[in-house]
Structure formats: structure tokens, C-alpha cells
């Protein structure tokens, strides 16, 4: 992401004064990269246009269809979002936490609280970004064990080996042909299965 002062951030607003408390509490903060977006219609499309750094919605008195377009924004873009609601309910704001807000502001709207608001966002939505990936990670290693140990019980049986033997088998076939040892395992199994 970029140096905090050059990022650019988008507001999505349809209230021209709550649209220029954020823009203020921005500019005084050093953040010149401030873009407006007035209404909400092919929002997806003009925000992939500018493609910000972060998105700050501010909805006045939204409607469940407009919290439903955000929360859309939200999933789609996969960017910090910080949104700034005067009321809300439970269910609004677990359907916002779902949806990737990082920062769910009610009745907060202030200049001063920007700055502070803006850095929590993507705070939060960096670690949970790495949260996200380390259980990518972990699910792909999953995965990649399930299909090894596959592999090692179809040479077990075909070749009369032990599982040592077998997964040293695998482990030379991936380093002599270059390959990842979850590829060579998924050569055999795939194999295995043409084979039966």
C-alpha cells in the first residue's frame, strides 16, 4: 500500500456536507488524494476505475438495499472500508463484519475522528488479510499432506514398500523432475485412478 500521506482514498457519499466533514478531517490530516463519488449508480465499476487505496462510505440513514450495495463494494474491491452509519442495528453490523467492513463507525461522523479511523482501517484490514492468507496456507499444506499421503499408500501397495520407502520415492521423482512433491502425488493418483 502506499506511503500513508500519498494514498488515495475514495468517498462514497450522496450528502455533499457529510462528504466534505470526511474530505476536511482528511486534508487537515495531510491526505491529498481525496476522491468524491455522488450516487450510487455503477459504483462497482467507478471504484475499480479509480482503484483507491481505501473506501470510506458514509450513509446517512442507508436503506437495507443501499447497506447491501456497500457491503457488495466491500467484498468485491478488497480494500480497507471503513463505513460511517448515524444508527445501526446487530445484524447490520455482523453483516458488515462479514462482508470485510474493517472499520464500522455509528454516530461517529467528526473531522478529528478521520484521521484516527482512516489508520484503524487499514490496521485492521491488513491483519486480516494475513490472518486470510496464513489459512490459505495452512489449508493448501492440508491438502498437499492429504494428497502425499495418498500417493505414498497407491506405491505402498503397488510396489510392496514401506511408507518410508515410499515417501523417499516421491521425494526423489519431484527433486529429479523439478516438481513440487504435492505434483508428483497428484501424478500418481491421478494414474492410480486411470489405471483401476
Known amino acids: 500500500m502506499a506511503s500513508d500521506l500519498t494514498l488515495r482514498i475514495v468517498i462514497v457519499d450522496e450528502s455533499p456536507v ?12 495531510g491526505f491529498e488524494n481525496v476522491l468524491r463519488i455522488e450516487g450510487r449508480h455503477n459504483l ?23 447497506i ?3 457491503f457488495q463494494v466491500s467484498r468485491e474491491v478488497k480494500r480497507p472500508v471503513a463505513m460511517f452509519v448515524d444508527q445501526s442495528d446487530r445484524s447490520t453490523i455482523e453483516a458488515a463484519i462479514e462482508a470485510g467492513v474493517a472499520s464500522y463507525v455509528v454516530d461517529g461522523l467528526r473531522k478529528d475522528r478521520v484521521k484516527p479511523i ?11 488479510a494475513r490472518l486470510k492468507a496464513e489459512l490459505e496456507e495452512a489449508k493448501t499444506q ?33 527433486m529429479n523432475e ?10 500418481i493418483i491421478t494414474a492410480s485412478e486411470l489405471l483401476r
Open 118 to 128: 482512516l489508520e484503524t482501517t487499514i490496521s485492521r484490514f491488513r491483519a486480516f
Open 178 to 187: 523439478k516438481k513440487r512433491i504435492a505434483d508428483i502425488a497428484q501424478s
Open 18 to 29: 457529510r462528504a466534505a466533514i470526511l474530505e476536511e478531517g482528511l486534508r487537515e490530516a
Open 44 to 66: 462497482l465499476e467507478r471504484i475499480y476505475a479509480i482503484d483507491p487505496d481505501v473506501i470510506l462510505i458514509d450513509l446517512e440513514d442507508p436503506s437495507r438495499d443501499t
Open 68 to 70: 447491501e450495495q456497500m
Open 142 to 174: 492440508l491438502e498437499e499432506r492429504k494428497l502425499v499421503d495418498r500417493a505414498k499408500m497407491i506405491l505402498m501397495k503397488l510396489k510392496g514398500i514401506g511408507e518410508e520407502e515410499a515417501y523417499g520415492l516421491l521425494r526423489r521423482t519431484a
